[in-house]
């Protein structure tokens, strides 16, 4: 996966050929182009803030029914079930 800088890299440049674009279709292509890196970038920053809550809330994986199941209650990485019964 690429980083969010890389692809505000590629959006500038989109934009500056877009500046230099002669031809009306081009530059609108380019612009869409453009936007589209935004996009990616900043689809990799509010991923980037999601983790690093999860990570500030607390360690623990999620406590998705499947996930247990895949793990197992007794693997490290499974959030702890409370007992039953007591």
Same mark, same amino acid.
């Given at each position: 996966?690429?980083?969010?800088?890389?692809?505000?890299?590629?959006?500038?440049?989109?934009?500056?050929?877009?500046?230099?674009?002669?031809?009306?279709?081009?530059?609108?292509?380019?612009?869409?182009?453009?936007?589209?890196?935004?996009?990616?970038?900043?689809?990799?920053?509010?991923? $980037?803030? $999601?983790?690093?809550? $999860?990570?500030?809330?607390?360690?623990?994986?999620?406590?998705?029914?499947?996930?247990?199941?895949?793990?197992?209650?007794?693997?490290?990485?499974?959030?702890?079930?409370?007992?039953?019964? $007591?």
């Amino acid at each position: 996966m690429s980083s969010e800088s890389e692809y505000r890299r590629w959006a500038a440049a989109s934009l500056d050929l877009a500046k230099r674009a002669a031809m009306l279709a081009d530059k609108t292509r380019l612009l869409v182009i453009a936007e589209a890196w935004l996009e990616l970038a900043d689809r990799i920053g509010r991923a $980037r803030s $999601r983790r690093a809550a $999860r990570r500030t809330i607390g360690d623990a994986p999620a406590e998705h029914p499947l996930v247990t199941s895949a793990l197992g209650s007794d693997h490290p990485d499974a959030p702890a079930r409370p007992l039953r019964g $007591r």
